[in-house]
């Protein structure tokens, strides 16, 4: 399984087009070089001095004779240096994944099984019966009835048809993509085909002629209250829609029997609808990003460069993200506040891995505003009063105080993927913290493995990689060095949904320093069971803060999470470490620890396993749970 994984990922990774060296090869081989830590900048195509210099460099490092002949590109040493593993070429041009950063993947490719599954998601089961179904139904040949509210979906030819094929579209991407189940990618292949094959949606009216919006002949909020039967809407839905299809497509499918015919169709259908796309001018929200997301996707599979694009999404995102952490004409739209902010997160975040795709770096500046938009949405989300400030400017819309017009929960399947990829470029942020938490209770649900707003489950890669416990030894000290001469357990009383353990140790040594007496206490938190059968929910230790804290009355860390601190009497008491899942609410409270103080939690959780082992106090079947329980975290 893991070799059929990375052999799909190494296909998503990697592109070229014949042995010769073609234009997309020079594309990949930047981007490989970038991947590789030879920054050469931007992905234009152009193996300019840069590039040259940075090949030259890769070259004397790995010991190659850089004239090795055209038998041997330079994309296929690359490849095989890139994940050491050498990779075939492949006819599938710069391979279409235009959002996904190279380093990205390669990480995804190296994870845990386990994480996989548990973040993109099992056996898609109902995906994939409502996919079969499609084959033995009539094919939807148009959208027609929208109004310029889009409220009206129910009465709209075909809508619901469509949403609910894209969402299962998606899912089973991800599942092929993750997983690399071939059954998942028949199903998808099989499905599509069906539609293309059919001509599925070309019947939509056609809004657009060489690019641009026919204006006369379709409309859209003709009447203000937005009741007024709207032609664009239905191109756009439909446009849209399709691009998905696309992305997702062009992201793991195509990759699927590539020599099958069958892509061969579905390629010309999407093409049709490439060529209905408005052109895209001026920057804005919406319609990913003013129509820049087909184009870019379009102009990689072509072979040309998209930096000059790329670049004007930059300079636009820079003027549109303000200081505070709004976004131009999104946070101040009333009661939709909430909801247009967070759609702006989807393009803004979704933008800028596609900008690291293609070699860019972000500005520092821009970094900021967005940890910054990133803040706001967290914090209006939990409260809505908090967006009262922006909210009642009431842009295009009506305001009413305290209240937003938004989801309850964070599990929802479209636009669910820059919650993510959040998390993973701003690991440090209290923000990321609480996401993580909001995020993490739904996870059973694997909400990330699905996004009809980008025909894939985007979300579920950087959910894996966000997940990461840091289980490594601590820094300073090898685990052979540590030891310690006893360990006494005292189990304390049964509570309905909680056990502790008291734990004194003596002698506790990290390589050249001794602690000779050293108290914390073992937590284990469950929803229901029993002691000695049931699997803790929550895993941690606790240790007195005054033993820890910076300042033992400073109160710094109430930005935490709550569940690794106690208070008393308004000053915190205790604090409390997470061992294993859930292990990332730490980075906050250990922010708050000395350094030799928080080398020693480390340490302790290091030898936990033979602090239990050796444990005076404790018989053999509570060793046995213990030991079990701490496997399982």
């Known amino acids: 399984m893991l070799l059929r994984i990375l052999s799909i990922l190494s296909l998503i990774i990697f592109s070229t087009g014949s042995v010769a060296e073609t234009v997309n090869e020079k594309f990949e081989t930047q981007a490989l070089l970038n991947a590789l830590g030879y920054k050469v900048g931007k992905v234009d195509g152009i193996l300019g001095r840069k590039s040259k210099a940075a090949l030259s460099q890769f070259y004397e490092d790995h010991g190659i004779n850089s004239l090795k002949g055209a038998n041997d590109p330079p994309i296929n040493t690359l490849r095989e240096k890139y994940l050491n593993i050498y990779a075939d070429t492949f006819d599938i041009g710069w391979n279409g994944n235009f959002i996904v950063p190279a380093d990205v993947l390669k990480n995804f490719s190296q994870i845990e099984k386990r994480n996989v599954r548990k973040f993109c998601g099992g056996e898609p089961k109902r995906a994939k019966r409502r996919l079969s179904k499609t084959l033995s139904s009539a094919v939807p040949m148009k959208i027609a009835g929208f109004n310029s509210r889009m409220d009206n979906i129910d009465n709209v030819q075909n809508a619901k048809l469509l949403d609910e094929f894209i969402l299962d579209f998606s899912r089973i991407m991800t599942s092929y993509m993750s997983q690399g189940k071939s059954d998942d990618g028949e199903i998808a292949l099989q499905a599509l085909f069906y539609w293309a094959s059919n001509n599925a949606f070309l019947d939509t009216v056609q809004c657009t002629s060489n690019g641009r919006l026919n204006y006369k002949k379709c409309t859209e909020w003709t009447e203000p209250s937005g009741q007024d039967l709207s032609l664009i809407k239905d191109h756009s839905t439909v446009q849209m829609h399709i691009m998905h299809l696309a992305y997702g497509y062009n992201m793991a499918l195509k990759f699927y029997k590539r020599d099958d015919s069958r892509h061969t169709v579905i390629q010309a259908w999407f093409e049709k609808f490439f060529a209905r796309n408005k052109a895209p001018a001026d920057v804005y929200f919406g319609l990913d ?282 000053k915190i008491e205790k604090l409390r470490i997470v061992v294993g899942d859930g292990a990332r609410h730490n980075k906050c409270i250990f922010s708050s620890m000395l350094p030799m103080q928080r080398l020693v939690v480390e340490s302790l959780i290091s030898v936990l396993s033979n602090l239990i082992e050796g444990g005076v106090g404790l018989n053999e079947k509570q060793k046995t749970f213990l030991q079990a329980t701490l496997e399982n975290a």
């Open 289 to 570: 990003h003013g129509w820049y997301w087909p184009k870019i996707l379009k102009t990689q599979l072509e072979g040309k460069s998209s930096v000059k694009m790329i670049d004007k999404l930059l300079q636009q995102l820079d003027e549109d993200i303000l200081a505070d952490g709004s976004i131009r004409n999104r946070t101040t739209r009333g009661n939709k506040a909430l909801w247009y902010h967070h759609d702006g997160m989807k393009e803004i975040m979704i933008t800028l891995e596609l900008a690291r795709r293609h070699g860019f770096e972000i500005p520092k500046k821009l970094d900021l505003k967005i940890e910054k938009a990133g803040e706001l949405f967290i914090k209006a989300f939990q409260d809505h009063s908090y967006l009262n400030k922006w909210a009642k400017i009431a842009h295009n819309s009506v305001y009413t105080p305290d209240k937003q017009e938004f989801s309850d929960h964070l599990s929802f399947p479209n636009g669910n993927a820059w919650l993510y990829i959040y998390a993973y470029r701003y690991p440090e942020s209290y923000v990321t913290t609480e996401l993580l938490d909001l995020l993490m209770s739904e996870v059973k649900k694997a909400p990330a493995a699905v996004d009809g707003m980008v025909g894939f489950g985007l979300g579920c890669i950087y959910a894996s990689l966000s997940d990461f416990s840091d289980k490594s030894d601590p820094k300073g000290v090898e685990k052979d060095a540590l030891s310690f001469e006893m360990a006494e357990f005292r189990v304390l009383p049964r509570e309905e949904n909680y056990q502790g353990f008291q734990v004194k140790v003596k002698n506790f040594n990290l390589g050249n320093h001794t602690i000779e007496r050293l108290r914390f206490e073992i937590m284990l938190d469950f929803k229901t069971g029993n002691f000695e059968s049931a699997v803790p929910d929550l895993f941690r230790i606790q240790v007195p803060a005054n033993k820890v804290l910076l300042d033992p009355a400073s109160n710094d860390a109430d930005k935490c999470n709550k569940i690794t601190f106690k208070k008393s009497n308004g």
